[in-house]
Every structure is written in structure tokens, then in C-alpha cells.
């Protein structure tokens, strides 16, 4: 074997390590972030992120398979480029993040995840309000009252005005 083919498959080898580590590295992060998110959660969404999960891992070991179906033939000879791995993991990536994106119980635990931002944001608003009505500054409501008083005016204005006309016409 010559010193290109000797480090090709030493290349190819540590590419290889590296891709299986790294795949089991991202399938354990998934199962804990998913146990995490569906902690507590009804029956059918904890079916939901089951399911979810049974593809992510379908998809993560079909892409296993196909890394170590190519490492085979680089070893075999074929021309294999590093690439091609690269490939195989970012598709499985998008693949089994679509697996669990699918899911109610990731719908729902977002959703859980939306709503607490919106408290958060609710409370930073009423905060703000305060500290600006303590300081005399108008606040969002205030300046929202002025707005729909001038509406009003605007509204009974135009009433004035279309009784005038009448009047004038008559006259």
C-alpha cells in the first residue's frame, strides 16, 4: 500500500470516528432535549414525540448505514470524497429535526414556550408603562387614548360639517 493510500485511509478512517461520535453525540442531545421538552406532558403527545423519535433514529441510523456503506468502498478503492460524508450527516440532520418538528408535542411544547415569552414580554410592557407614567412621559395607552379621541372628533366633525352642507342647501 503506498503513503497516499495509507493516509487516504487513515483520513477516511478518523473522518469516519469523527462522523460516528458526532452522530452519537447529536442522538444522545436529542433524546435529552426531547425528554426534557415532553416532561409531563398528556398521553398523546408523549405518543407524538415516540413516534417522532422512532424516525429521528430511523433516520439517523440509515444515515449510519450509508456512512459505512461509503467508507467501505473508499476502502474498496472508489473515490470517496470526505464530502460525501459531510453529505450524509447534514441530510440526516435536517431529516430527523423534521422527524420531531412534525410532532404535537413539539407543537406543544413550543407553544409552552411562546406563551411564557409572551408573559415575559407582557410584564417588561407593563414595567416600561410605569416607570414612564412615574416619569411623566406619555405611555403607549396614553398616547392610544389620544389617538382614539381624535378619531372620535374627527368622526363627529364630518357629522357638523354634513349637517352644514344641508343647511346651507336649504338656505
Known sequence: M?????????????????????????????????????????????????????????????????????????????????????????EAANEAFKDIMTTSAFAAATGETVGAALDIKEEMDESANRTLGEMGFATTRDVEEVGERLVELERRQHGVEKKLDELLQRV
Request: proline letters at 0%; zero cysteines; a negative charge.
Open 2 to 90: 503506498t503513503d497516499d493510500a495509507h493516509g487516504f485511509f487513515a483520513d477516511s478512517t478518523e473522518a469516519a470516528l469523527d462522523a460516528i461520535e458526532h452522530n452519537v453525540e447529536l442522538h444522545a442531545a436529542a433524546t435529552e432535549s426531547l425528554l426534557k421538552a415532553f416532561e409531563g406532558d398528556g398521553e398523546s403527545e408523549y405518543e407524538s414525540a415516540i413516534r417522532g423519535y422512532s424516525r429521528m433514529y430511523e433516520t439517523w441510523m440509515n444515515a449510519s448505514a450509508d456512512a459505512l456503506e461509503r467508507y467501505e468502498n473508499a476502502f474498496a478503492g472508489e473515490d470517496v470524497g470526505i464530502e460525501e460524508f459531510r453529505e450524509i450527516w447534514l
